[in-house]
């Protein structure tokens, strides 16, 4: 059966239909036709749209999805559909499952686990053995077996020396390292970010030096050893600067931000509520300000949900005993599009990430492969519990006046809408 998307504004740079609306044939998961009009014929599934838009996949960076060893949290099945019905043709998954994937094993599992999904699964395994931070894993075998990069992930490494390893080693199969940006010493027991309202709360902070120093570390460690670094998660306007510093310096080195440092502060701690406890902490009005120009300039390279789903048990307790993490997906698009352009936000969800890590990316072009988001960008709306997809519930945007509709995906032969 051939799909006929009818009206569709194209979003991609690289394509000569960038910004026109065109109709566009699928057949057999390939993009047959693109044309002002393409004349149905019997048998074709026909998308009609309210101001359909069409762009390349997008790709995140940052999923945990709890399964295997934390089901309750959600399944790999579950987590992909909701990601397809967010807008996401890939995802690059975490390693904080039970067991840590950081064996051949583990990474094959997750794999063939997730192929018969709409939404490619790239797993990011384990950097040292069980992400302890004493010993790298067996980072060679899992780049064979399929992962695109190596982290331990919310942990960072905290031994100079294996760091450096890690870095020199990878080069020699082309792998990608992340380093989580944080001084443990630093940041001792805090919580939140260090500050007016962490005082005025009586919360122990995490200073934005934490996060400064480990990333003035890497760099450090990149520059002497060459290959490539990702930094994920950046929260600190300072964390920014030294990034772009690394970069004129010739450095291989990118970096990412969710869309809940891009728009929220400590200012949302007061009522002490868990949705708005995450890692890295939400810092200040400066700090967004600073990210969202980092963004835009291209300084921080990718935008990523880091969605990371935690059961009720594990959430909705006291502040400090609460588990970091939020659910990110269901409102990525429609968070940041309040805020960022379009091509902006785009470019950071396909083609960037896909290059960092090297995931081929598609083109919207006559005999390209079909792997395309469909969405509406303007349509505005509050973001609230029935927008949420997800098994756990965790997320900051509730209530959240948002701007843009996803309809779903068509990916890997198939289309999913909600």
Not at 335 to 345: A, F, G, Q, V
Request: charged share 25%; glycine share 6%.
């Amino acid at each position: 059966m051939s799909t006929l998307l009818k009206n569709a504004r194209i979003i991609d740079v690289s394509s000569p239909f960038h910004h026109q609306v065109k109709d566009i044939l699928i057949h057999n998961g390939v993009i047959k036709k693109i044309a002002d009009t393409i004349v149905e014929t019997k048998g074709d599934k026909v998308i009609r749209l309210e101001n359909l838009h069409v762009s390349c996949g997008w790709f995140d960076t940052s999923v945990s999805l709890g399964e295997p060893g934390f089901e309750e949290r959600e399944t790999l099945h579950h987590g992909l559909t909701v990601a397809a019905k967010s807008g996401f043709t890939a995802i690059a998954l975490n390693a904080n499952t039970n067991p840590i994937i950081d064996s051949k094993s583990d990474v094959e599992y997750v794999i063939n686990k997730s192929k018969d999904s709409g939404v490619k699964l790239y797993p990011i395994a384990a950097l040292t053995q069980k992400s302890e931070g004493k010993e790298l894993a067996e980072l060679h075998d899992m780049k064979q077996s399929g992962a695109i990069a190596f982290a331990d992930y919310n942990k960072p490494i905290s031994n100079d020396n294996l760091m450096k390893v890690a870095l020199l080693y990878a080069q020699n199969f082309d792998g990608l390292i992340l380093s989580f940006p944080k001084n443990n010493s630093i940041s001792g027991e805090g919580i939140v970010n260090e500050g007016t309202n962490s005082t005025k709360l009586g919360l122990k902070g995490i200073p934005a030096l934490a996060e400064h120093i480990q990333i003035a570390r890497d760099l450090f460690l990149l520059e002497y050893t060459g290959g490539k670094l990702h930094i994920p998660t950046i929260s600190s306007a300072k964390s920014a600067t030294l990034i772009k510093e690394a970069k004129k310096k010739g450095l291989q080195v990118t970096c990412s931000v969710t869309p809940h440092h891009l728009l929220l502060t400590d200012d949302e701690l007061d009522e002490f509520d868990s949705r708005f406890k995450t890692t890295p902490p939400l810092r200040t009005k400066k700090d967004v300000k600073a990210l969202q120009k980092a963004v835009t300039s291209g300084v921080i390279d990718i935008i990523t949900s880091d969605h990371n789903p935690i059961d009720v048990e594990h959430k909705k307790v006291e502040f400090s005993e609460a588990k970091d993490g939020v659910v990110g997906l269901e409102s990525f698009f429609s968070s940041i599009n309040t805020t960022l352009d379009l091509d902006t936000i785009i470019e950071s969800i396909t083609r960037k990430p896909r290059a960092i890590f090297g995931v081929k990316s598609a083109q919207i072009n006559e005999n390209s492969e079909a792997d395309l988001t469909l969405f509406n960008p303007d349509k505005e709306f509050t973001f609230s519990h029935e927008h949420l997809l997800s098994t756990s519930k965790n997320s900051p945007f509730i209530n959240t006046k948002c701007k843009g509709e996803v309809y779903g995906i068509y990916a890997n032969q198939k289309l999913i809408l909600k």
